[in-house]
């Protein structure tokens, strides 16, 4: 198949997924061709089947605000024309979806039919998509889309609750290559940053308020009093500054690191003892599913989808959101009890297997090929 993903090519998580989705898709054969305004981050491979196409936006002093949609609109109606695309793959509501239902009508002026798929991945519906200036483009090229999938169950029922979605919305979970964070730990990297044997604990998220990151150096400064321990703060957004100013309030400046943004967290996880996210909302939880993956318990909230993966009292604990005497409780309980740890690490990794890659991207080539099927049904012999 010649698959276009159409996704934010940022740390985020609906660009990660979008990325490593098309680099297991180039893997297996398919010719894939990412649309967006910047290589993504992730695509840090070359592999014959898999095309860049950056989206190019001409600025005029008659526009105060560059007219992105309109010019993605443009280059996917280029690369499905030129490179014969069998269908569109879309990441992320706005403004993805809309651009694709303009492409799609666009093509159809030549005869061209091109599936549109639209997944939904978090804030573009729990957020944004809620705001009263989009949500009627939202709910209108969601309904458009021939197929809608959500990345966890939780993300399916807002979508229905919060939008007047007349199609069927298949959940398809986020996943992850746990052979890539199989990795064996480097000693000597986890001794320059625990060189007494501190246990080690990581947080990594986009700093927005939403992730509640204070609640992190909370439940680490009691940890703190316990027991030794490092914590390391990976991730860059608004509320980093913040937070280095109260690492300094609690006087831990020397047992807390701030990684800024890193593409190769298995190298970080892998030496690591606990995973920490306190969010008021996750969809799914994709950066807590990546910790299991290297055989990391999680601490984090019953928010969101974090219980179709955090299962609670096995891969870790859930805890009300801001309830950062419980989180601190079930931390310490795991990182003093070696035994404990060893069991919840073995859980955790067990877990995020479930969710591997090779489990999950099946699961959109049957949905490709459904209307792929469609299409050559309708050719003629």
């Known amino acids: 198949m010649r698959i276009g993903i159409v996704c934010y090519p ?4 609906s660009g990660v997924l979008a990325t490593e989705l098309g680099k297991a898709l180039a893997d297996k054969g398919h010719s894939v061709h990412f649309i967006t305004y910047q290589q993504p981050v992730r695509l840090n491979v070359f592999s014959a089947n898999i095309y860049y196409h950056e989206v190019r936006v001409p600025t005029y002093p008659l526009f105060d605000y560059p007219p992105y949609e309109v010019a993605l609109s443009s280059t996917m109606v280029d690369v499905i024309l030129h490179h014969n695309l069998d269908l569109l793959h879309v990441h992320y509501a706005i403004p993805h979806a809309s651009a694709a239902y303009m492409a799609k009508q666009i093509v159809a002026k030549v005869g061209k039919n091109i599936p549109v798929i639209t997944t939904l ?3 573009d519906i729990t957020l944004v998509g809620r705001d009263k200036t989009y949500a009627p483009v939202v709910t209108f090229s969601i309904n458009e889309s021939d197929a809608i999938t959500a990345v966890s169950d939780n993300l399916r029922m807002e979508t229905y609750r919060s939008f007047a979605i007349e199609k069927e919305i298949d959940v398809i979970h986020n996943f992850v290559d746990v052979a890539r964070f199989s990795k064996k730990p480097i000693d000597a990297f986890r001794q320059v940053i625990a060189p007494n044997g501190e246990k080690i604990l990581v947080h990594a998220s986009n700093f927005r308020k939403i992730k509640r990151v204070q609640d992190v150096v909370k439940i680490f400064a009691e940890v703190r009093k316990q027991m030794g321990a490092k914590l390391l703060m990976v991730g860059d ?3 980093r500054p913040p937070m280095e100013d109260l690492v300094k309030d609690y006087g831990l400046t020397d047992d807390v690191r701030f990684l800024g943004k890193q593409e190769q ?5 892998v030496v690591s003892d606990l995973f920490v996210l306190p969010s008021e909302y996750e969809s799914f939880g994709l950066a807590a599913l990546e910790a299991m993956a290297a055989r990391m318990p999680v601490i984090s909230t ?3 989808g974090l219980p179709e993966i955090n299962i609670h009292g096995k891969t870790g604990y859930l805890s009300n959101i801001g309830d950062v005497e419980d989180m601190s409780r079930n931390a310490i309980a795991i990182l003093s009890n070696d035994e404990m740890l060893s069991d919840f690490k073995k859980n955790a990794y067990e877990q995020a297997c479930k969710f591997d890659i090779h489990n999950i991207v099946p699961v959109y080539e049957k949905l490709y ?4 099927s469609m299409i050559c049904s ?3 012999a």
């Open 369 to 372: 090929s459904r209307f792929c």
């Open 237 to 239: 957004g608004p509320e």
């Open 302 to 304: 019953n928010a969101g």
């Open 378 to 380: 309708k050719l003629p």
């Open 265 to 269: 967290m298995e190298e970080i996880l």
């Open 10 to 13: 940022t740390f985020g998580g």
């Open 121 to 123: 991945h978090g804030t």
